[in-house]
């Protein structure tokens, strides 16, 4: 699966079978992860935890209800620094996109975790945080009634901003038209369908020519994990459309409703 479409497949799957993950995925997905290098400079890495240890030794991993079934995660931990949260994140998206191309359900969880439980198992150093993990596994087709309270029967977890309320033409002043947004049209489509804290989509970008502006809200908690979620299908649809660019963080001011984050600078800028 391309990158596209596996932005276009991923949900948030919160039951599952209760089954391991097979010999074949666990090994595809441990390969995969430890291949992956955090972007703008961040310390991560992601730690693939399963819950039966042994044939018989359980691991305690909890999340309050929240998921059921769930038999192994996905952990981000990382070191806080400046785009330390954008980086990782962007990094543990990866990882969630290529389980969602194996057929395997995910769901980022950043508050909805039973820290203690997780950091036993991770082996957390002193310099390092744990703020995301993910169950990965087997999805049971069957929601919970906390999944279907907590997503709306999926419509609400569906639910996006318009185009033009969360992108911009120059200034914040005038919403961008998609037909506006030339090649960069798709890959915004693919930052709007980017999963967020309460699908609060704290994320804003303002093209002006060939230079898009990032920008994000200013207190919401877990609006720079949200943003590096966003940038990373920005980027990585821009790598595989092959449009040409790099990011970079300029001396850009902030908005009186947003901070600016960094800023992707087009081949013909």
Request: some cysteine.
């Amino acid at each position: 699966m391309s990158v596209i479409e596996t932005i276009l497949a991923r949900r948030s799957v919160r039951s599952y079978t209760g089954e391991p993950l097979s010999a074949e995925h666990a090994e595809l997905v441990a390969s995969h992860i430890a291949g992956l290098k955090a972007p703008f400079g961040a310390k991560a890495r992601i730690r693939l935890i399963h819950a039966q240890a042994g044939e018989s030794e359980k691991v305690k991993l909890g999340t309050y209800g929240w998921i059921g079934g769930a038999r192994d995660y996905l952990a981000l931990v990382y070191e806080e620094g400046p785009m330390a949260g954008e980086g990782a994140a962007w990094m543990f998206e990866q990882a969630i996109l290529y389980c969602t191309g194996l057929g395997l359900g995910t769901c980022w969880l950043g508050g909805t975790f039973n820290r203690k439980d997780f950091v036993r198992q991770v082996a957390l150093k002193p310099d390092e945080t744990l703020r995301i993990v993910s169950p990965i596994g087997y999805p049971s087709g069957r929601k919970r009634f906390v999944e279907t309270y907590i997503v709306g029967a999926e419509k609400k977890h569906r639910t996006r901003k318009p185009f033009g309320a969360t992108f911009f033409h120059r200034d914040f002043l005038t919403p961008l038209a998609e037909a506006q947004a030339g090649v960069y049209a798709l890959p915004f489509e693919m930052v709007r369908l980017a999963p967020s804290a309460n699908n609060m989509q704290p994320w804003r970008a303002v093209l002006d020519g060939d230079t898009v502006h990032f920008y994000r809200t200013f207190s919401f908690g877990f609006s720079s994990i949200d943003m590096g979620i966003a940038l990373c299908h920005f980027g990585e649809t821009c790598r595989e459309k092959g449009i040409a660019g790099h990011f970079e963080i300029r001396n850009m001011p902030d908005d009186k409703n947003f901070r600016y984050t960094i800023s992707w600078t087009g081949a013909g800028a």
